[in-house]
Each structure stands twice: as structure tokens, then as C-alpha cells.
């Protein structure tokens, strides 16, 4: 039967001029299939954000505004890799170190004593506070692309967005447990937030730095950077309303385990938990160590391609590292947080060891994963402990707190690093001494903590004697 108008015939076949078919190419067949793979991808993405009921907490929420922070983290460091960090390095001006350890220290010190029990107190606006952290941000990023020949203005930028990063990073240690899903860990929670981090740094920073690679133009890669901090800031501000609450919450004292010689006033937590924070203080005073003396020694050591491979090496091996801990730490569940903390202590110890009898760059990037996998563990393990331990009135300040003491280790150790000569050996003879110490510190605190529960402190539940570290 013939369907009036229609034309004789069969249909033309596929889209090209005349009814032709469209040729199949290679280059067609892999664009397909990169839709693919790229459609496919974001799909699984989005599914793993809000799996587990995150999306209804407004846990997914925070995932994504977390995500982008870190993603315009990475790009600012990448911005600014040739104007601060390589040149502070490659300086011998006694003038330039001491602007430098400025520049990258105070910011973390400034944290522990002041912002951090502020932004702890702030019982209403944290979506506000957050959201104008990354505002602030923006408008520095976009100073300093405005200013970037002017050396103060960079540094004068670069010691703001490191404030304000921090600021952040305590602000949303305080909303994790407020729109934590009932059916999902703390520790589930943050290795979450890690993993959608760290990839969401690798990816940013690998294409700003094909970008300035292409371009050469470093003040536009700043002006790219202020517009992602500007998309976490609209999403920190959709937050769900629950971040700003705090019904029913108590300030925690991190300090001390009793009430006397605690930094801040508040509720103590107890020996275990100081116990654990001791220790995960330990790994990331040994992180902000190796980062520091390891990058002025290559600094010191090579120069050229092989410097930036070296460098590039080591920033691979410890980012690479800190996504395996997060994501071995998010697999074990952490039933048994303490011999896993002890275990990644003793590994990295002995890791440090070797290096020192036997300091080459394979040995270096060897300790920098380790380091990064225990940094990670460290954290999740200390999250676990948290978990368990402290009441949840006591949680969200517990938190927050609790990350501007890792901040501040990491201040020590990077200090620490800066401050001794350009040797491997010695270098890594210190890092050993530095694990030992906080290995030995959290076994005898462990004990006590041990013996403490034992004797039934008033107002808290024992836990099972196979749990400690002891």
C-alpha cells in the first residue's frame, strides 16, 4: 500500500547529503565511544555521591561542594608553582625563606588558636561562613591575577586563600556529622569526601597545567581558579538547613584528656581519643615534613627536567598514597581502628629507616607513598575512634577541633623540615625519630587509656578490651 506523497523507494540510509550512509572512521568510532565512557562515567559518579542515602541527609550536598573546593585548592597551587614555591626554594636570601615560611606556615598556626574555637562557636551561618570563604578566595585569586608581577600582592593573596582554606577545612569538619546519613560511618563519610577530593584535585590540576603548558599564562589560570571557588561558593550556600544547626551540641576540649591544661574550654573527650589524636598528629607532622624537606632538597640536589620529574614523582607516589589509604581505610570499616593506626605507624618507621641507610629517589618516593597510605588510615582511624568514643552532643566540635590540632602537626613538621640542611640521610634519620616518638607516645597513652576504662570512668561505656591499642 502507497502513502499518498511519499516518495518512491526505500528511505535514504544514515544522515550524509544525499541520503548517503556516513562513512565509519576511526576518529568517529573513538568520539562515540569517549561519549561514552565519558556519559557512563559521570552517571557512576553521580550514583556513588549519593549512595547509601546521602542524597536525602544532604550529605551529597556537602560531597560536591567539598569537591570543588579542593579542585580550586589544586589549581591555585598550580598557579602559583613557578612565582612562590620554586623560587622561595632555589633562593639562598635568608629574606626570601623567612617570607616564605610566612607565607605557608602562619596561616596553618593562626588556625589551631584563634579561627578554629571561633568557627567552632558558630552555632548559626556556617553555610554563610563557608560559602564566604570561597567569595574571599575568589576575589584573592582574582587580585592577584590583576597584580601577579607585583611580589607582594602574590604573597599578601596566597597568605589569604591559605587562611581562608583552613577556615573552610574546620568549618566542614563541624557539618560532616550534621548531615551524616543514619545508616553511614563517620569514617565512610570522610573517606567519601577524600576520595571525590583528591580526584577532583588531580583532574583540575592536571588541566590547569596543560592550560598554562599551552599558554604560558599564569594570571589567567588565577582567573579560572576565582571562578571555580565562586561555584563552591554558590554550593556551599544550598547546603541543606541542618548545617546551621546546633541543638542540643557542647564545645570539646582535643587538648587533654581531663580538665586541667586543655587549650580551650570544653568537655574532655578521653585518654583514647587524645591517644589517637596524638598519633594521627604524628603522621601528619611526618606528611608536612617530607613535603618540605624533600621539595628543598631536590631543589637543592638537581635542577632542570629532572628536577620537575623528581618533584612530579613524589607529588604522584604521596597523592597516590593518601587515595589508597583513604579508599583500603573505607573497604576495612575500621571495626578495629587501633592496631591498623599502629600497624601503618611501625610500617612507615621502618620505611623511614631504610631510606636513611640507603637515601636515593626510589626510596624517598617509597616513604612518600607509605606516608601518604598511614596520613590517610591515620585520619580514618581517628575518625573511627571518634565515632565510638565521644557522645554525639560532643561530635561536630570533637571534629572540627580535632583538625586544627592536625593542621598545626603539620606546621611542626614542615618547620622542622625547612630548618635542616639538604641531606637525605639525616633528613630521613629525623623523619624515623619523629614515627618512634609518636609510635612509643601512643602505646604508652594507649595503656593508659587501658587502664583507665578499666577502673570504669564515670560517664563513659567501656568498650571492648580487644578494640585498644594496648
Known sequence: MTVPGAPDGPPPRGGGLGGAPRKITVTRVAAARTRQLVTGGARRIGAASRADGAQQSGLTALVWTHTVNYAADAMIAVSLAGTIFFSAARSQQRGNVALYLLVTMAPFALVAPLIGPALDRMHHGRRLALGGTSLLRALLAWIMAANFGNAFALYAGAFGILVLSKSYAVLRGACVPRVLPERMSLVSANARLSIFGLGAAAVAAALLAGFVKLTGSYPWALRITAGVFLVASVLALRLPSRVDSAEGEQSAAVLSSARRGRLWAGEPLGQHVVTALRAAGGLRALAGFLTLFLAFLIQDTARGFGAAAAVGGLAVAAGGGSLAGTVLGARLRLARPDPVLLTSMGAVAVTCAVAALSYSLSTAILVALLAGVANS?????????????????????????????????????????????????????????????????????????LRLRRRGPAGRTPAPPAADLG
Open 377 to 449: 588510615l591515620g585520619k580514618l582511624c581517628l575518625d573511627a575512634i571518634v565515632q565510638r568514643e565521644v557522645p554525639d552532643v560532643l561530635r561536630a566540635s570533637a571534629f572540627a577541633r580535632s583538625e586544627t590540632l592536625l593542621q598545626l602537626a603539620w606546621v611542626f613538621g614542615g618547620g622542622l623540615g625547612i630548618a635542616l640542611p639538604s641531606d637525605g640521610r639525616l633528613g630521613f634519620w629525623v623523619a624515623t625519630v619523629l614515627v618512634v616518638l609518636a609510635f612509643a607516645a601512643t602505646v604508652v597513652g594507649s595503656r593508659r587509656a
